[in-house]
């Protein structure tokens, strides 16, 4: 129960000036702790008041944490963004949970279907330790800023279509897959396939789309590059965002189409915003 009630507190905000000058391995025993009580509920439960949301939302987490809850989640195929979501939907400050504690949380969501439906299983986990259904959503938000995405939605066609001309090579004017694609023209190529035109050039998509923060971003959103090559335009580059910080591009001669940081290295010394496609989504 202490446990239940330090991370209760801990995530509502009410600990978090205090958390901030404790050590590191105190939090991850704390936390792990909180988990072998069944501590989900509690993790779930200080969702459900919102806090912390936008801060987890614009968290961009280390490839060494990501691999800890892809592990977790790989029992039943659970996607691993909805693990992060729940452990960090407090503070983007909070330590990793343990692993084992992970997995049998990540069993829990499988064993209620999570890998067809993460919405119903984390609201049903909620439901059963009588927390609000609105816990479910929060924490599905969360987890888009991770990329996670529905099965089927036009988000998720559009970032399949993406990952696939991953290795086409990049090439100057190129729209197609065959013989190649520019970054912009990749951008118009794998949203005409799911039914949306958009103007040709960097710049023209720039001023084609609705102007988002970084913590707005959601997969399949547009991020845009400045002066990346001697042009009249501001805007020359664009990549399909895929969360969790990173995008998909066609990025410049001699190279390919792969992913990358959206927003450190070259192209974060380059980022000049980002975009959202309106209508149909």
Known sequence: MMARLFVSLFFSGLLRDAVKVVAGLVLAVAMAQAFALASLAALLGVGASGSGVSRASAAVIPPEQ????????SG????WQVLAAITMAGDTSTGMAEP??????????????????????VRELARQYGLGVGVADQVLTIATRYGYLAPGSRDA????????????????????PTPGFDCSGLVQWVYRQVGVDLPRTAQQQFDATLRLTPDELRPGDLTFYARTYPSLEP????G???????MIAAPRERDVVGEAPAFSGYWGEHYAGAGRITGGR
């Open 235 to 238: 805007i020359t580059h664009v």
């Open 157 to 176: 066609q559009v970032l399949d279509l993406a990952r696939a001309q991953t290795g086409i090579p990049y090439l100057w004017g190129g729209a197609s």
């Open 240 to 246: 399909i965002y895929l969360g969790n910080g990173r």
């Open 66 to 73: 990501q691999a800890v809850f892809e592990a977790a989640a």
């Open 76 to 79: 039943c195929g659970l996607p």
């Open 100 to 121: 084992d504690a992970l997995v049998r949380v990540a069993r829990d969501l499988c064993d209620l279907g999570g890998r067809q439906d993460p919405r119903h299983a």
